[in-house]
T-cell receptor, first 108, second 115 residues
Framework: QQPVQSPQAVILREGEDAVINCSSS?????VHWYRQKHGEAPVFLMI?????EQKGHEKISASFNEKKQQSSLYLTASQLSYSGTYFC?????????FGTGTSLTVIP | KAGVTQTPRYLIKTRGQQVTLSCSPI?????VSWYQQTPGQGLQFLFE???????NKGNFPGRFSGRQFSNSRSEMNVSTLELGDSALYLC??????????????FGPGTRLTVL
């Protein structure tokens, strides 16, 4: 029931773009995205509520395809501060499931 | 507003002991959820409390329990500690209970080490 994320890890140079995918075997009613830096708590990025919805936060945006039960997080013109582990998450109404996580490292 | 606070930040216990962790949510938030984070299993949902009632529970043994007080502060207890209980325990607060649209705000976590 845990959403599966891909890739598991990615290394980028500053300014490059990345896409992180989140796929669930269960119906997704909403998708949450969080970023966790090493040694810190997860920090909320955004929630997507409807099928096909897209949202943006600075240079980070996301899409949500309810029919395919998938969500993607887009990071454009990456900055060093984007490094961390990204988690998608979904609330089924009974409990909250975090995805498997994607480690993203941005190097100069 | 002050964020979510958790105490203690670090804890070392031995097998068989019990431990109590505390979480104070953001003022006005009535829901508190607990998570266990380990390198192998990732972030796993433990349980959620709303208005002093446990609303949802994850797939953890009965050694893991919790409660919530009238001021929304929550405690989590683990009895008969096992080596595998070593983890970062995170609590998160939100306005609503089990809200599919609700944002969770995480505390810094309690790092528990079981020897």
């Amino acid at each position: 029931q845990q959403p599966v994320q891909s890739p598991q890890a990615v290394i980028l140079r500053e300014g490059e773009d990345a896409v992180i995918n989140c796929s669930s075997s269960k119906a997704l009613y909403s998708v949450h995205w969080y970023r966790q830096k090493h040694g810190e708590a997860p920090v909320f990025l955004m929630i997507l509520l409807k099928g096909g919805e897209q949202k943006g936060h600075e240079k980070i945006s996301a899409s949500f395809n309810e029919k395919k039960q998938q969500s993607s997080l887009y990071l454009t013109a990456s900055q060093l501060s984007y490094s961390g582990t990204y988690f998608c998450g979904t609330n089924t109404g009974n409990q909250f499931y975090f995805g498997t996580g994607t480690s993203l490292t941005v190097i100069p | 507003k002050a964020g979510v606070t958790q105490t203690p930040r670090y804890l070392i216990k031995t097998r068989g002991q019990q431990v109590t962790l505390s979480c104070s949510p953001i003022s006005g938030h009535r829901s508190v959820s607990w998570y266990q984070q380990t390198p192998g299993q990732g972030l796993q949902f433990l349980f959620e409390y709303f208005s002093e009632t446990q609303r949802n529970k994850g797939n953890f043994p009965g050694r893991f329990s919790g409660r919530q007080f009238s001021n929304s502060r929550s405690e989590m207890n683990v009895s008969t500690l096992e080596l595998g209980d070593s983890a970062l325990y995170l609590c998160a607060s939100s306005l609503q209970a089990s809200g599919r649209t609700d944002t969770q705000y995480f505390g810094p976590g309690t790092r528990l080490t079981v020897l």
